[in-house]
């Protein structure tokens, strides 16, 4: 969550967490003292925390597994995207180095997970991605979803609204609690959370 939220080269709040884990405050502390005390991340008080070098590539190894099993997932089980997550989580600790290099080999180094994120190499470098949320976003602003947290209560909510990786969109609707697009696929308006559309992340259009 910390690596897919921008902990690599920003600080992230607990708040952050704790609504893409759809946790508890406290739960979201004591992970982060763990955290701390194995050196992965680095806490600012009242600030937010960041990855340290070992974190960013602990993290990044942990998503290439977990990203790897997603797409084979899909594209040699025929799984749904929305039904890959929690099966990939029960395999990507469990996958040794050999283990992720061959089935990265075997499925074509895949540069993308179903769910729009990038897949680090085996040395844990990958390039960077959209840092900017849908939350952010103002009327008239047009893009595409680029990608979105890989957690359960995120890939639900966007399952259950019908909005997908790729999706362009034209921004017809901001207010405190609600995003309104307008989609291009569906040529229907869509209301989007504000706190969900935190974890969407967008591109924006290039404007001439």
């Given at each position: 969550?910390?690596f897919?939220?921008?902990?690599?080269?920003?600080?992230?709040s607990?708040?952050q967490?704790v609504i893409?884990?759809?946790?508890s405050?406290?739960?979201?502390?004591?992970?982060?003292t763990k955290?701390?005390e194995?050196h992965y991340?680095t806490?600012?008080?009242y600030?937010?925390?960041k990855l340290?070098a070992?974190g960013?590539?602990?993290?990044?190894?942990?998503?290439?597994?977990?990203?790897?099993?997603e797409v084979?997932?899909?594209?040699?089980l025929?799984?749904p995207?929305?039904s890959?997550h929690q099966?990939a989580?029960?395999l990507?600790h469990?996958?040794?180095?050999?283990?992720?290099?061959r089935l990265a080999e075997m499925l074509?180094?895949?540069?993308?997970?179903?769910h729009?994120g990038?897949?680090?190499?085996?040395?844990g470098?990958y390039?960077?991605?959209?840092?900017k949320?849908?939350s952010?976003?103002k009327v008239?602003e047009?893009?595409?979803?680029?990608?979105v947290?890989?957690?359960?209560?995120?890939l639900d909510?966007i399952?259950?609204?019908?909005?997908?990786?790729?999706d362009?969109?034209?921004?017809?609707g901001v207010?405190?609690?609600?995003i309104?697009?307008?989609l291009?696929?569906?040529?229907k308006?869509?209301?989007?959370?504000?706190?969900?559309a935190a974890h969407?992340?967008?591109d924006?259009a290039i404007?001439d």
């Amino acid at each position: 969550m910390i690596f897919e939220l921008g902990g690599d080269t920003q600080l992230i709040s607990n708040k952050q967490i704790v609504i893409g884990l759809d946790v508890s405050a406290a739960s979201v502390s004591e992970m982060i003292t763990k955290l701390v005390e194995q050196h992965y991340v680095t806490h600012t008080p009242y600030q937010g925390i960041k990855l340290t070098a070992t974190g960013q590539k602990r993290a990044a190894l942990l998503v290439r597994n977990h990203r790897l099993w997603e797409v084979f997932l899909v594209e040699s089980l025929h799984y749904p995207v929305d039904s890959i997550h929690q099966e990939a989580e029960r395999l990507e600790h469990a996958t040794t180095q050999d283990m992720a290099d061959r089935l990265a080999e075997m499925l074509g180094h895949p540069q993308y997970c179903p769910h729009g994120g990038v897949i680090p190499d085996a040395d844990g470098h990958y390039f960077d991605q959209s840092r900017k949320p849908l939350s952010n976003v103002k009327v008239g602003e047009k893009g595409h979803i680029e990608r979105v947290v890989d957690e359960v209560v995120v890939l639900d909510y966007i399952r259950d609204i019908d909005l997908q990786i790729e999706d362009h969109f034209t921004v017809v609707g901001v207010s405190d609690s609600t995003i309104t697009l307008h989609l291009t696929r569906t040529d229907k308006d869509l209301a989007v959370d504000r706190v969900r559309a935190a974890h969407i992340f967008i591109d924006p259009a290039i404007v001439d």
